[in-house]
Every structure is written in structure tokens, then in C-alpha cells.
């Protein structure tokens, strides 16, 4: 008797569940078709460490257009991965994408964005962007624009300037060559306690930031360059690739590195703006010019007196040669996919979310460095508290980029994977070069790679 | 009278023909499900192994066939070789060694103890086995990682911390996935020991046989199936492990884990190359034939 009540009563619940489900699909399917009354919907997706900045632009883009409302789809992770999985049909696909830069050309290629130059011609503000931001968003096959920028940055060397005289080394540190950065390290190892001397990115937990804050920074500094656009091939430099993974050999087996198990935490740059860097547990760090952000007042570890003690410098090329110094950057877009159903209104959206206001706002709650040429005059914006925007202008003219080319998210995970080898003592320099030969050949095909 | 042996033939076979309809109907939607879920995808993988498939560029719009390059790639690539060579590391270790034989152990030295000592241990052991997959990972990783249980435990005795997922990254994987998968062997060997008749054990016994000649002519022999198909189980179900070891580890320290899923997943998901993460999966499941394969002829199993 139990038992057939038992059975009868979970025979109800398989039920009532799978009828809650159908429930549950139906709403959401009406939410999503395009509506035929006046009710509009706007389909945004982004990734969610800009959730306040999302959240306030579909408050403020709700309240001036009647009848639209935004629909936010937050990516936690992987947010390049689950887009471009989105972007393959209309069914899934968003309005507005937020695309990182070195992957637009890709995305571009596979047809996933439509092209905004009809849009952006007849918009009197378009003129206001960087010239060179713009070049970012720009496709090699078409020439055509398929993003507007909204954020871009430097990568410089935060040192702190209390360990730095703790350990008698000068303030204003102003390294002129690799050797003065290592020698530092090894300054700071031998005289203050248990401090991390140098962090740099080299894990493959850390993704692209392996790839264009360690690799790319210190390869660009030996004058070489990834990719020949003359002869539209990939390049392997010997020598080059030898003398940065030996830069990096020799942080990681003296010691003057972070632990592989700090370094391999995804979260690791909260831990080291929020922690690691607060309590002088680490003396330089190779990072973005946006790492000060984060002791803004109304974050979560305000620290007013930050500049104090973190100083931000240009990092040097290798032996200081021409032109002395390097630095890259990379930025942010927003795009409308090929599949959008709702063109004219993401543009309205994309339009408003840079306009001067809100990107003096996203670069106050970001420490990200603007993209518009009005706001980068600005007195408010130069002299930001926590702000280092002068040092980060200079660093600008210095500044290199990814290869923007089909090819180059494949390279840049492969170059992460290289670098985490060096870092953990699995490979040798001189195998990490045979290892980046074979692989770049594998990836991209013998005969799109040249030696040099 | 034989017109009526005709009839009755005709009957019985009509209702074997009705038994058939009715069998083929009852099975009808977990056929269907097969096809869509399985079989489907099994199919596709087929195909798609064999194309340069990718999330994005070019190749995202122009799916070509490029015949057995992803192969040809696959066995030139190093991670390849060392992802395969982990994978066997962790399916001796954790699957064939740690789960078959601890289980075995569990089950043989349950037997005849009184039952609430079998009933606490084996509910220890299947706390394990009921547990989420993902949630098992993020309960090793926080016994392991450096601030962690173990590290703090250790500390009361005077030793210093140790990142134990990086300096012993197999060994932490392979500990998880063995808490995780002995319940299943400890209740299959359990099941199997409990049907071998008291009667043969006896016998044995009066005719001078000590336990050891027992385990080995006795209990080994007269649970051979149960070995193979918890062989088969286990390694089917180790060379599939990927969320354990992805949260745990990631695959790394640099590639000191990167089992052939994790290898599969980074360059479908990461690298964005479908085509050849497609070609990965494929190996991963001729892998796993040709391993059952080896076990049968390995045990002869007569089933």
C-alpha cells in the first residue's frame, strides 16, 4: 500500500515537473520572438564584470525609447566561445556583442558580424575615435568597420615604491633593459621577506593575458614582430623566441616569480590588485595601465592613498634599443552580428553607450583608458584620483598590437600553453622554441610560416 | 485433430506476432531516444571528424572535408602523445588499480561482519558515488588547495603547506576519482561474492585449501564476469573523466593532466577547432573498444 503511494506520488512530481518545464520554455519562447504590437526587444549580451555598466545602460536606453525592452544575456566565461555559439543563428543569436578585438577579424571571416559603415558614416560623433582604435575594428579582407570601440589599454611595470626602498633600490625606478628588471628581482628577493619580486601572466588559466602581457610585451621588445604583413605569413624568430622564454626561464627557476599555484588562478588578478598588491606581498607587476581601478572609492577595497605606494612605469625593450621602450594594447568593441533581428535599434544602443557621458563613466568605473579624443583632453579624466592617465598616454605611443588574422586565437592559446611549459620547468628555452616551430606549423601550415 | 494443431500453431504464432508489436511498441521511445541522442551524434561525429571545422574564421562558413588531416595532426602532435599517455597513467592508477581492487577489498572485507558495520562503511563509501561529479572536484580542490584541510591538518603536526595540486597534480586527480568510483566496484563485488554458494567454499576448506587457494581457485574464478564487466565499466567511465579533473586542475600544471578529454575540450572550446576536437572524440571511443576488446580476450569470458 506505502509503496504504490510512494510510486504514485513520484509519478506526480515527474509530472508536475516536466509540465513546470513546458511552462518555462513557452515564456521564454514568447519573450524572445519578434514581437508584431509596439513591444520591442533588444537582446544584449556581455560579459558579466561589466554588469553595472550593462545594468545602467539598459536602464537609461528603456527610459528613452518607449516600448524596447533589453533583454541582458550575462557570459560568466568563456565569453568568446559561447558567442560566437550564439552568433551561428538567428534563434540564438544577440542584437548587440560585445567582441574583444583580436577576435573580430575571425569573427568577421565567419560571418558572424555585419558590417556598420553605413551606420557610422552618417554619425557625426564617429570622427571623434582614435584613428588607431578604429584600425582595430577594421576587417584585412573587406576594409569594411564591424565594431565601435569602447575601451583600450597599455601594459606597463607597477613596482612598489616602499619595498623598493626597503630593499635600496632607487625611486623612481626607470629600467632602461631587461637585465636592470631582473636584477631588481634579484634585489628584492635577497632583501625583503617573503615577497613575490616579479609577477608576470604564464599560465594557460590565465588565457589571452599569458599571451599579450608576458609573451607579446617582451617579444615585442627584442623589435620583432608575430606576423609579416608584407609577405602575409607568421614569422619564427630564433633568436627573438630564445631570449623571451630564456626572460622568462630565468623569473621562474631563480625564484622571482609567483608560485605556480598563484599564478594558475584564474582569478589571480583580483587576488593581486585586491590583495597581493595591497599588503606589499609583491614588488613588480607586468599589467594593464587598469590595475589602479580597483582602490577606487565604492569598489570593493577602496585604498585612496594606492599611488603612493605603486608607481607605474614603461617597461623596456630588451637591451634598450630602439625605440627604448614597448608596450601593447588591446580593446573592446561593441558589434551587431550578422543574425541580429534587431539592427536599427542595436545601433541606437551601441551609439548611446558610447556617447561622451557614458564613456567618461565606463572609464571611471574601469580605469580602462578612453577611446574618444573629446574625452581624452579632459581635465576630470586626466586627473582622475587613482588614475594614471598621463604616464598611460605616453606608454600609448610606444604601444604594439595583436596580428589581427584568422589564425590568431589558435596561435595565442597555443603561445599560452608554450610560455606554461617555460614557467613550470617542463620545457627549456631552447625546447620551447622547437615546440612554438612545430606547433605554429601545425596550426597554420608549413607554408604560411616563414624563418627569420 | 490436425486442423486443429493447425490452429492452434497459427494462434501461437499469431500471438508471438502480437508480442513482437507490443515489444517493438513498449521499446519504441527509448529507440527513438537512442537514435536522437546517440546514435545521431555518433554519426555526426563521423563526419565532422573529417572537416576543418571551426567557431570561427573562414572555416566557420566553409566547412570543407580535409580527409584524414585532423588524424595526420593529431598523431604529429606532442600533446597528443603525452595528453594519451596521461590518460593511460590515469585509467591504470585511479581506474583499473585504485577503484577495481579497493573495491574488491571493501567488498571481501565486509563479508560476514556484523551489519551495522557494513551498513556505516558502506555508506561512507557510497557518500562518494552519490556525489555530483562537480561537486566531489570543488571538495578536493578545497581539501587540497594551499590554505585547505590538509595542509591545515598537516600544520598541527609541525609541516609546512604544500600546493598539492601542483606539486602532485596525478596523484590529487587520482585520489579524487578513486573516492569517487570504488562504491560501484565494492557493490557489484559484493553482489558477485554473495552468490558464490557457502557449499563450494567448505568443501574447499575440508579439503585442506587456506585462504589464499580459496581467493585464487575459488572466489577469483567464480566472479570472473563481475571483473570483466566492472573492468568494462570502470575504463569506459575513466577515459570520459573531464569535469573532475578540469576543475580540479585544469589539466595542468602545464600538461602534467591533460587527459584526452581535456585535450578534446581545449581544442574544440579553446582553440575553436571542431573539426579536430571532433577527430580527438573519435579516438577517445576507438580507444575505448579496442581496451574492452582486449579485456575479453584477455578474461575469455564465455558471455
Known amino acids: ?64 525609447n518607449e516600448g524596447v525592452t533589453v533583454e541582458l544575456i550575462p557570459l560568466h566565461d568563456d565569453v568568446t566561445t559561447k558567442q560566437a555559439m550564439m552568433m551561428q ?58 565594431g565601435v570601440p569602447f575601451s583600450t589599454d597599455v601594459q606597463g611595470l607597477w613596482y612598489n615604491k616602499v619595498l623598493f626602498e626597503e630593499a635600496g633600490l632607487p625611486v623612481p625606478f626607470e629600467p632602461q633593459s631587461w637585465e636592470e628588471l631582473l636584477n631588481a628581482a634579484e634585489v628584492i628577493k635577497e632583501n625583503t621577506g617573503d615577497v613575490i619580486p616579479l609577477f608576470t601572466y604564464v599560465t594557460k588559466a590565465t588565457g589571452e593575458a599569458t599571451s599579450m602581457r608576458t609573451f607579446q610585451v617582451l617579444y615585442s621588445g627584442t623589435g620583432s614582430s608575430l ?57 613588480m607587476v607586468i599589467d594593464g595601465n587598469w590595475v589602479a581601478a580597483s582602490w577606487r572609492e565604492g569598489r570593493a577595497t577602496p585604498w585612496p592613498e594606492a599611488l603612493d605606494t605603486w608607481g607605474f612605469t614603461l617597461i623596456p625593450t630588451q637591451f ?83 596580428p589581427a588574422v584568422d589564425d590568431y586565437p589558435t596561435v595565442s592559446t597555443f603561445i599560452q600553453e608554450v610560455v606554461e611549459s617555460v614557467a613550470s620547468g617542463q620545457s627549456s628555452p631552447d625546447q620551447a622554441v622547437q615546440e612554438f616551430e612545430n606547433g605554429l606549423k601545425r596550426i597554420v601550415g608549413e607554408e604560411n610560416v616563414i624563418n627569420k | ?113 556484523n551489519k551495522s558495520f557494513r551498513k556505516f562503511v558502506g555508506g561512507t563509501v557510497m557518500a562518494g558515488w552519490v556525489t555530483p561529479e562537480i561537486i566531489v572536484a570543488f571538495t578536493f580542490v578545497s581539501f587540497l588547495h594551499d590554505g585547505g584541510t590538509l595542509n ?39 553482489s558477485a561474492l554473495d552468490n558464490i554458494p557457502d557449499s563450494v567454499n567448505e568443501a574447499a576448506k575440508i579439503d585442506g585449501a587456506n585462504r589464499f587457494q580459496r581467493m585464487m581457485r575459488i572466489t577469483i574464478p567464480m566472479i570472473k564476469n563481475t571483473i570483466f564487466t566492472n573492468l568494462v565499466i570502470i575504463t569506459l567511465g575513466t577515459l570520459g573523466v573531464f569535469t573532475l579533473i578540469y576543475t580540479m586542475t585544469g589539466g595542468g600544471p602545464a600538461k602534467a593532466t591533460s587527459t584526452l578529454p581535456i585535450f578534446m575540450y581545449e581544442q574544440a572550446f579553446v582553440n575553436y ?31
Open chain 2, 273 to 303: 577547432q571542431l573539426g579536430y576536437g571532433t577527430a580527438i572524440s573519435l579516438v577517445i571511443l576507438v580507444i575505448g573498444i579496442v581496451i574492452s576488446l582486449l579485456y575479453i580476450k584477455l578474461l575469455k569470458t564465455e558471455d
Open chain 1, 1 to 64: 500500500m506505502l509503496k504504490k503511494f510512494l510510486m504514485i506520488s513520484l509519478l506526480m512530481l515527474v509530472i508536475t515537473g516536466l509540465i513546470a518545464c513546458g511552462d518555462e520554455s513557452d515564456n521564454s519562447e514568447g519573450d524572445s520572438a519578434p514581437s508584431t504590437g509596439e513591444e520591442r526587444v533588444l537582446k544584449v549580451s556581455y560579459p558579466t564584470w561589466w554588469e553595472e555598466w550593462f545594468f545602467d545602460l539598459r536602464d537609461e536606453f528603456e527610459a528613452e
Open chain 1, 89 to 146: 543563428s538567428a534563434d540564438t543569436s544577440p542584437d548587440v556583442a560585445v567582441e574583444d578585438t583580436f577576435i573580430i577579424n575571425s569573427d568577421v571571416n565567419a560571418g558572424y558580424l555585419s558590417p556598420m559603415d553605413d551606420i557610422l558614416n552618417d554619425w557625426d560623433e564617429w570622427d571623434k575615435f582614435e584613428e588607431t582604435t578604429k584600425q582595430g575594428v577594421t576587417a584585412a579582407a573587406d576594409g569594411k568597420i564591424y
Open chain 1, 227 to 283: 606576423y609579416d604583413f608584407d609577405e602575409n605569413k607568421w614569422v619564427v624568430d630564433e633568436t627573438a623566441l630564445t631570449d623571451t622564454f630564456e626572460f622568462i626561464d630565468s623569473v621562474f627557476q631563480n625564484d622571482l616569480g609567483p608560485s605556480l599555484s598563484v599564478a594558475s588562478n584564474s582569478q589571480v588578478a583580483t587576488l593581486l590588485s585586491e590583495d597581493l598588491m595591497m599588503n606589499n606581498k609583491v614588488s
Open chain 2, 152 to 190: 591545515q591538518f598537516i600544520g598541527w603536526f609541525g609541516f609546512e603547506p604544500v600546493s598539492w595540486l601542483f606539486t602532485f597534480p596525478m596523484v590529487s586527480v587520482v585520489v579524487a576519482n578513486i573516492w569517487k568510483g570504488s562504491a560501484l566496484s565494492m557493490l557489484m563485488f559484493q
Open chain 2, 1 to 113: 485433430m490436425s486442423t486443429e494443431n493447425a490452429l492452434t500453431n497459427k494462434r501461437i504464432k499469431n500471438n508471438n506476432n502480437s508480442m513482437l508489436r507490443k515489444t517493438f511498441f513498449f521499446l519504441l521511445p527509448s529507440l527513438v531516444i537512442l537514435l536522437i541522442f546517440f546514435i545521431g551524434p555518433i554519426l555526426m561525429t563521423f563526419l565532422f571528424a573529417f572537416t576543418n571545422m571551426s567557431l570561427t574564421g573562414a572555416a566557420a562558413q566553409n566547412i570543407e572535408f580535409v580527409g584524414f588531416r585532423n588524424f595526420v595532426n593529431m598523431f604529429q602532435d606532442p600533446s597528443f602523445k603525452s595528453s594519451f599517455i596521461t590518460t593511460m597513467v590515469f585509467l591504470i592508477l585511479s581506474g583499473i588499480i585504485g577503484q577495481q581492487i579497493l573495491g574488491f577489498l571493501l567488498a571481501v572485507l565486509m563479508q560476514n561482519k
Open chain 1, 320 to 402: 634598450g634599443q630602439e625605440p627604448g621602450f614597448t608596450s601593447m594594447s588591446g580593446g573592446w568593441a561593441l558589434s551587431i552580428p550578422a543574425h541580429a533581428s534587431e539592427k536599427d535599434l542595436a545601433a541606437e544602443f551601441i551609439k548611446m553607450a558610447v556617447n561622451e557621458q557614458q564613456q567618461f563613466d565606463y572609464v571611471r568605473r574601469t580605469g580602462d583608458m578612453t577611446v574618444r579624443t573629446d574625452v581624452a583632453v579632459k581635465e576630470e579624466y586626466l586627473d582622475q584620483p587613482i588614475s594614471n592617465y598621463r604616464e598611460a598616454a605616453e606608454m600609448l605611443s610606444y604601444t604594439n598590437f595583436r
